[in-house]
């Protein structure tokens, strides 16, 4: 195993629901993912992060959750007020993209594009068997439901 031997050493969760849900997606995960993911995660909380999360910013409002790099280790706040807006599905969604970055070792590998570690996070959560809720997802739920009830002339501009 990795610098910790099971999640009980990383875990400190304390909204039951989010608990739960956690542990819904850790369930999922293949066993050979899980041994990398206790390799390059240090800490998972939804209280008092041990680093600073901006969360009174307008532009944080649809924050759900931040995975961050200490120690050449992963850290991943969630956010509990904001993942309240959402569903159980939409919850475990987010939980896995953040765990994909930790997994990817996104948080300390800051010379991966952005936008490409958010695809890849979507992607990898997907292929755990989640519908990836991350940047990348949310922008996408955000424009499906925009544009639900769109028909084809709706999304053309005028010549």
């Known amino acids: 195993m990795g610098k910790y031997g099971n999640l009980s050493e990383i875990k400190d969760i304390q909204s039951e629901r989010l608990s739960r849900l956690f542990d ?8 050979r993912s899980k041994g990398e993911l206790l390799k390059r995660l240090w800490y998972v909380t939804d209280h008092d992060p041990p680093f600073y999360v901006p969360l009174s910013s307008e532009d944080t409002k649809h924050l759900y959750a931040r995975t961050y790099c200490d120690d050449d280790l992963g850290a991943i706040f969630l956010v509990s007020e904001n993942l309240a807006e959402l569903d159980d599905d939409e919850v475990r969604g987010v ?17 991966v594009d952005e936008q490409q570690r958010e695809i890849d996070a979507d992607n990898l959560a997907e292929r755990w068997g989640f519908e990836s809720y991350g940047e990348m997802g949310y922008i996408f739920k955000m424009w499906e439901e925009k544009h639900a009830n769109d028909t084809p002339n709706d999304t053309t501009t005028a010549q």
Do not use: F, G, Q, T
């Not at 819904?24 to 066993?31: A, E, L, N, S, T």
């Not at 930790?102 to 948080?107: G, I, Q």
């Open 24 to 31: 819904d997606v850790w369930k999922r995960i293949p066993p």
């Open 95 to 111: 939980i896995a993209h953040e765990l994909a970055h930790a997994y990817l070792d996104h948080p300390c590998n800051a010379h």
